[in-house]
């Protein structure tokens, strides 16, 4: 059995809250408790071991944008970002939802890299939004 076959993808339960606090500490656990009861936090697991985060938002409460997706570092490179995103994708579009959002700071080259590589276009840039100074750079993909 290959490596993507091992990957199993699934909105968060309550027994990932304490895992997704650390993977996401900036965010306050009482918004990570109602992102997951809104299905807005999705878990990847390789072997029942937690793996990949994804936190999805919705700009303007409609339209929908990851504000942040993160792999383990041992386990980046085997598929589990992809598998994340596949997720959420068929996720939206039986929402009726036509595309996804996604941003990176100006200074991270290869989470740049990423979008583009899974399908996701440049469409915008806000320049001194982050710490230091720098941009972002935003993303979109259709899901049609």
Not at 87 to 114: D, M, T, V, Y
């Amino acid at each position: 059995m290959g490596k993507a076959e091992e990957i199993e993808i699934r909105f968060a339960r309550a027994e990932d809250l304490a895992w997704c606090r650390v993977e996401d500490a900036l965010v306050a656990e009482e918004v990570i408790r109602r992102k997951m009861e809104l299905n807005e936090i999705i878990v990847a697991e390789i072997g029942g071991r937690r793996a990949g985060y994804l936190r999805l938002e919705y700009l303007w409460s409609k339209m929908p944008f990851i504000g942040l997706i993160v792999v383990q570092e041992e386990n980046r490179g085997q598929g589990i970002g992809q598998a994340l995103l596949k997720f959420l994708e068929l996720f939206l579009r039986r929402n009726g939802h036509k595309a996804l959002f996604s941003s990176s700071q100006a200074s991270e080259p290869s989470p740049q890299a990423w979008h583009r590589a899974v399908g996701f276009e440049e469409c915008g840039f806000l320049a001194g939004v982050n710490e230091g100074g720098v941009g972002e750079v935003f993303f979109r993909k259709s899901l049609t």
